[in-house]
């Protein structure tokens, strides 16, 4: 094997590793987010009277998720839900529905 | 070495194409997935499983049924506030929209060691990964007199939806004003812990319109109500007072269908006009069958990271059939969220990538105390790395503070919702 094609085999594999580890986040945040469908629809697209989340303004909805969490926005069951994630997953969760097509 | 780390972290479309797999076809020379059981959880698999895979790993889901009937939202049929049509889904759309094989048939025997099904209609099915959601079946062997001629045909439990939820209501229409109606609940755990309060409670509300003169007898082998406790007595004290009666610790031995009696370990016999027994549940047939339910000879032991069985490699098992994790009750949001979590991780292992290291997911079950009125429980639930299952996160849930007509507009967006996701 030539320097080159060891250079760009570490390359790859580098590449590779970064990107493997980026993919599993977003697919973790996939996953999470698919937990919230049994309400707000397949990929956030809500039929009936639930809200949709796709679309939705990503620190619009970050900030309804955190209050929810706090207590300090009315809800019949949110408020309890929302207890079950970190600060850092609402947040994960908004940004993952807000890039979601309405 | 160099081709095999590539693989492993090249993005998961890129992957399956390198399994051999031709872009959107319907590749049959892909990994196989045959998923059995088409409810809440199968169904919801085997449409993410196409889903998340780019829709290139085939997916077949072999069910007997030619549609889709909820138990959510069943009892309402018992109420007489809803019909079979209301809680009806066809199975169609998961092939029109996500290319997922539908068998109409029942799988009667699983090989794990040649990784194939037998169907009863003669052929057999390959498979690299194989979900089972078979749900419950009855111990009806718990209870001789249920073994007599015609006994199950009078005595029954509905507590599958479908032909059984309509001869129920037809048993009730016809019960004379001032007929009792019995119902018997089984020792935890079993399908939806609160199914039977809410049923108890839908019964109630359609007596007080049309038979008030009658009752309804709840009959639980449990300590107490195992859900939603104060709430359901609380509708049963003041909103069905002299209704519903409500005894605990009547653990059910047998059943007298000839003279409509039930007999109890510890307590009087009970005579009533219609009876409904739910004899205590396991994991279903095919499930113990294939030797999965090692829990008691009832339940099914799983890996909650992929939801593979603990005894049976490359078979998956989902919903009610699973030897729950504390505090997780057997309902179809549970099932649901089981479907997901294994149609996530089936894709990544058949990508040759490790499953998702956390999963987090919810239940929210709401109960209806009349026909608008409704309470819900709620929890989270988080996979926990030392001890090895889902638990529920602490200060995390709840229930509701009161019945209240706004959750009964939530509880069926909810099952709208849930349908969709799980079907369409």
Known sequence: MSSTTRLLAVAAVLWGAQSCWAQADALQVRSWAAGCANCHGTLGVAVGSSASLAGAPKEDMAKKLLDYKAGTRPATVMHQI???????????????????KK | ?????????????????????????????GPKVVVVGGGYGGATAAKYVRMWSDYQINVTLVEPNPEFVSCPISNLVLGGSKTMADITSPYD????????????????????????????????????????????????????????????????????????????????????????????????????????????????????????????LVLDANDDVTSKGPLFKKAWAERYQGIVEYRPKHSLVDVDAVTNTLKFEFSDDVKATVLNVLPAMRAGDIAVKTGLATANKR????????????????????????????????????????????????????????????????????SFVSDKEVVH??????????????????????????????????AMAWAQNIWADTLA
């Open chain 2, 377 to 410: 429980v709620a929890s989270v639930h988080r996979y926990d790395a030392v001890q090895k299952t889902m638990l529920t996160v602490p200060g995390a849930g709840g229930v509701s503070g009161a019945a209240n007509e706004l959750e009964g507009i939530y």
């Open chain 1, 82 to 100: 929302a207890k079950g994630y970190s600060d850092e997953q609402l947040q994960q969760l908004a940004d993952y529905f807000s890039a979601l």
């Open chain 2, 1 to 29: 070495m160099q081709r095999r780390q590539l693989l492993q972290t090249a993005s998961m479309g890129a992957a399956l194409g390198a399994l051999g797999l031709p872009g959107k076809a319907i590749g049959q020379s």
């Open chain 2, 299 to 366: 339940w099914c032991e799983v890996d909650f990271l992929t939801h593979e069985s603990k005894v049976a490699k490359n078979i998956h098992v989902l919903g009610d059939a699973v030897l729950a994790a504390p505090a997780m009750p057997k309902s179809g949001h549970m099932a649901n969220q089981h479907g997901k979590t294994c149609a996530a991780a089936v894709v990544a292992l058949l990508s040759g990538q490790a499953p998702n290291s956390l999963p987090i997911y919810n239940n929210t079950c709401y």
């Open chain 2, 93 to 216: 759309n998961l092939s029109k929209r996500h290319g997922v094989n539908l068998l109409r048939d029942l799988v009667t025997s699983i090989d794990p060691d040649r990784r194939i099904v037998q169907l009863a209609s003669g052929g057999e099915l390959p498979y690299d990964r194989l979900i089972l959601s078979p749900g419950v079946d009855m111990m009806m062997d718990t209870l001789p007199g249920m073994a007599r001629a015609g006994a199950q045909d009078t005595v029954l439990h509905a507590w599958k939806a479908g032909a059984q939820t309509l001869a129920l209501r037809r048993q009730l229409e016809a019960m004379p004003d001032g007929g009792v109606y019995a119902l018997t609940v089984p020792l935890a755990p079993y399908r939806c812990p609160p199914g039977p309060y809410e049923r108890a409670c839908q019964v109630a509300h359609y007596f007080s319109q049309a038979k008030p003169r009658s009752k309804v």
